[in-house]
């Protein structure tokens, strides 16, 4: 990434959470190594799981194939994105501008989490819960 500031281009980078396999100390990790990389922006949302993608057989297998061995697909509901997303949201570097709080893919296609084709209701309570609880970027950051 270096290389690219010298170059003076923006540098914004994408995460996704609640990756199969991921722990909530691993999202937490991501946040604390992008806080000391050298990028200008985040989009964070969370994993969407979609018709006709290799991902989609996957997490079918994982709920009807009991002996399937791969990892573990941890699909949240609303409340838990949220409380997960903010507390990124308060370890964030102040200065790293967020592009994305959420995403909604094709309802059409969407498998799960179903509950993410209410974008505008998603953000709305991200929203009402930073404000609810006082917490805003970098409140838990410390450099």
Not at 23 to 38: A, Q, R, V, W
Not at 44 to 51: A, M
Not at 68 to 83: L, V
């Amino acid at each position: 990434m270096h290389e690219l500031k010298r170059r003076n281009l923006t540098v914004i980078v994408h995460v996704i959470l609640f990756l199969p396999g991921e722990t909530h100390e691993m999202m937490l990790e991501t946040i604390e190594y992008l806080n000391h990389s050298n990028i200008d922006g985040i989009k964070l949302q969370l994993l969407h799981i979609l018709k006709g993608t290799d991902l989609a057989v996957e997490y079918q297998k994982c709920l009807l194939d009991p002996a399937y061995t791969g990892p573990a697909f941890h699909i949240p509901d609303a409340d838990e994105y949220i409380r997960l997303l903010t507390e990124c949201i308060q370890h964030l570097r102040p200065e790293i501008v967020i592009h994305r709080l959420t995403g909604d893919g094709p309802k059409d296609l969407l498998i799960a989490p179903l509950w993410t084709g209410a974008k505008r209701t998603v953000l709305n309570q991200i929203h009402k819960y930073m404000k609810d609880h006082d917490l805003y970027q970098g409140k838990e950051y410390y450099g």
